[in-house]
């Protein structure tokens, strides 16, 4: 069982993770809003998930959620899917489109993220990929338990 301490550091974590993760989605919002390219981030990293735990993993509403992904599906960057196990569970998955655009994305955002580390040396920039790494590894797992 984690102690309070724990719990509070990880919240810390979170919300600067968070914040950053936010903070670079808003880079290049030509065409797509804030929760869209969220929610292209979050498929793309967690895997096709239904639009349940998509809003869960954004902390928005599932209406919030299904307002962004409709034109995703639209724009042929999203695919609606019926869960096999589930047949009342609506997946939500990348199409190679979209992982094309959010490909294009990222390197904006890489560029941005590269211009917030300048002030951390290489070790430091090392160190805080590491971490980084590990902490999503980690709360990966958490989050499949």
């Known amino acids: 069982m984690a102690t309070n301490k724990q719990c509070d550091d990880i919240i810390e974590a979170s919300v600067c993770f968070d914040g950053l993760a936010r903070g670079l989605a ?3 919002r030509s065409t797509l809003s804030k929760t869209q390219i969220l929610v ?3 498929v793309n990293t967690m895997g096709p998930m239904s639009m349940t735990q998509t809003s869960e993993r954004l902390a928005v509403s599932k209406e919030h959620v299904t307002r962004a992904v409709a034109p995703l599906v ?12 589930n047949y009342k569970v609506v997946d939500i998955s990348l199409t190679d489109a979209g ?7 990222q390197t ?10 300048a002030s951390l040396n290489a070790e430091e ?14 709360i990966k797992k958490a989050l499949d338990a």
């Open 26 to 28: 808003l880079i290049d």
């Open 40 to 42: 292209m981030m979050a």
């Open 108 to 117: 904006k955002t890489f560029e941005a993220l590269s211009e917030r580390l």
């Open 74 to 85: 639209e724009l042929g960057y999203v695919e609606k899917n019926r869960n096999a196990e």
């Open 125 to 138: 920039t090392a160190e805080l990929a590491r971490l980084s790494h590990d902490s999503v590894k980690l």
């Open 99 to 105: 992982k094309e655009r959010l490909a294009q994305q």
